[in-house]
């Protein structure tokens, strides 16, 4: 999904491809068709299209406001007790030839109550 | 790019003392970059000045955060900021261009300003920003070599270096790199010392704005 956007106002005049200072606009002429292109990448987000536009049809708030794409996704490893996510699988991986043992799936506060039972003292044994 | 540095918290709550609803606008220009007064930067001024103890006669201002790509265009402010219902003030993490369009766009609404702009610079090495340019708007950067004289010497001397310079460094302090020096050093690596012969005389400082401010038009920017 393209963030330049224009409206059903567009008639193709080029005007915004005329005027774009970061050369992020283009146009191609296939048969009977003519397709406005557009590269974010080089897109520097002034609003000159915007503000050329004679027919009002660039649709700038749409650029201004973006969206989140999804870049990677991965799985990934939670607190075994509470589910706070921790870490993604993949990460430990990279660790276990410098670590003796990596530690259990837990976040903070569980790691510390899971210690602080391990050293507790059995019942009755102090005096 | 303008760097600006953020003005004291202490200071900031000073000004919007007496507002209800406060707008904390960042920019997502300049300022973004130079980590002074982006998206980031407005909600951590949002959320430190919403603690009690700014504001110690009365309650902190409700805040609401915003950010726009740049806030030194007239026309981007009126289309795309719709300011939320109630806001009394507005504080703005501009650069001071984007502070006093900011106070056109939506006057009479008092517009403050949490930035203090302090230089046209750029970035050596990562976090790290140092004033290049004053803006004097007559640039002698192919005679010297690529080191601004005007922005480097603290004497802004249009040939030097001047008797204060020791070892490279300026009279100012051994932290201060003399610009002269680095102009001749510059020029001699390039083999063009020549260019130091001549002798630049009186200059027009009315182009760096001191016959008011400066103003250029681009033909073929419609306007909508």
Redesign the interface.
Known sequence: MSYFRVSEACNGCLACVQNCPALALDARDEGDRRTLLHNMARCARCGTCWRVCPQHAVEFQHILASSWDEVVVLPLVRCEVCGEPLHTAKMPAGLEPRLAELAPPLCDHHRAARQAAQLRLPAGGAS | MIVGDLKPLDELAASIVGFARVLVLGCGGCVTVCRAGGDAEAHDVARELAHPRWFPRSEPPLFEVRT??RQC?N??LR??LPLPEGTQAILSLACGAGVQIVADVFEPLPVLPALSTTFMGGSDEPGVWREKCKGCGDCLLASTGGVCPIALCAKSLLNGPCGGSHDGHCELGPDIPCAWVRVYRRLEAQGRLELLDEVRGTRDWRKAGYRGPRRRSRT?????
């Open positions: 726009i790509e265009e026309d981007l289309a795309f073929g920017v419609a306007l909508r």
